[in-house]
């Protein structure tokens, strides 16, 4: 493991709440993703960004919100508009023409 | 855009069998296609990949191929082994736009000891 890392591993919120996930990489990757999972269906995309203070909206970005101050840094905002934000979110890095290489996820759980 | 179909989306076998995993896809403007293992609680991780002007791809037990004019590729898995069991996405996109990458929903594999 390590290049890339999320945190928490695990996060508990009340429904109404904003909260941010973490995703730092050290593999000097231009690009970044956030992703999320939800059981029996593939990834779909949020945001992604290709490079530092710019970012565009993937499949489902309604109610997550991104920031990109930093190369490394990619967290995500997943707001109270987010009508069901129960999911394991997966972030991701990759280098130009490179495989995407995943983080190991945060499971957030909204009550 | 870009749409994957994967199947089966759940696949169960004897220890020893083979397992094929398909997946199609609608962009003929895809040349790059990588499968994911992914086992439970765990971040999904790279276990083979493809390119368009390739047809077959063979990594020890695991293969690949690819079918650019029916628009269709293959995870093959030979021998399998019980630390084999997890779950597999295929995908699809263009080279140098992983933005655009579009994954399967996944098949659960089980091999059973």
């Known amino acids: 493991d390590g290049g890339i890392t999320q945190s928490p591993k695990y996060l508990f919120r009340k429904e109404g709440q904003n909260v941010t996930l973490s995703c730092e990489q050290n593999?000097?990757?231009?690009?970044m993703y956030w992703y999320r999972q939800d059981p029996g269906q593939g990834l779909r995309l949020i945001y992604y960004?290709?490079?530092?203070?710019?970012?565009q909206k993937g499949d489902i970005a309604e109610g997550y919100s991104v920031s990109r101050e930093k190369k490394e840094s990619f967290p995500l905002t997943v707001t109270s508009a987010q009508k069901n934000p129960t999911a394991f979110y997966l972030c991701?890095?990759?280098?130009?023409?490179?495989?995407?290489?995943f983080g190991p996820g945060t499971r957030l759980t909204v009550t | 855009g870009e749409n994957v179909e994967q199947h089966p989306s759940t696949l169960s076998v004897q220890e020893g069998d083979s397992a094929v995993i398909k997946c199609t896809y609608s962009?003929?403007?895809?040349?790059?296609f990588p499968w994911y293992k992914q086992e439970l609680g765990k971040r999904p991780q790279l276990i083979i990949d493809?390119?368009?002007?390739?047809g077959e791809k063979k990594d020890q037990r695991i293969a690949v191929t690819l079918n650019k004019t029916a628009k269709h590729f293959s995870l093959h898995i030979t021998e399998t082994q019980p630390e084999d069991s997890a779950v597999y996405f295929c995908?699809?996109?263009?080279?140098?736009?992983?933005?655009?990458?579009?994954f399967g929903a996944g098949t659960r594999l089980t091999v059973k000891p």
């Open positions: 593999l000097n990757h231009d690009a």
């Open positions: 962009d003929s403007a895809s040349n790059y």
């Open positions: 960004s290709q490079i530092v203070n710019d970012f």
């Open positions: 991701a890095s990759s280098g130009q023409g490179q495989e995407q290489y």
């Open positions: 493809i390119r368009s002007n390739v």
């Open positions: 995908a699809a996109t263009l080279m140098y736009n992983n933005n655009d990458m579009r």
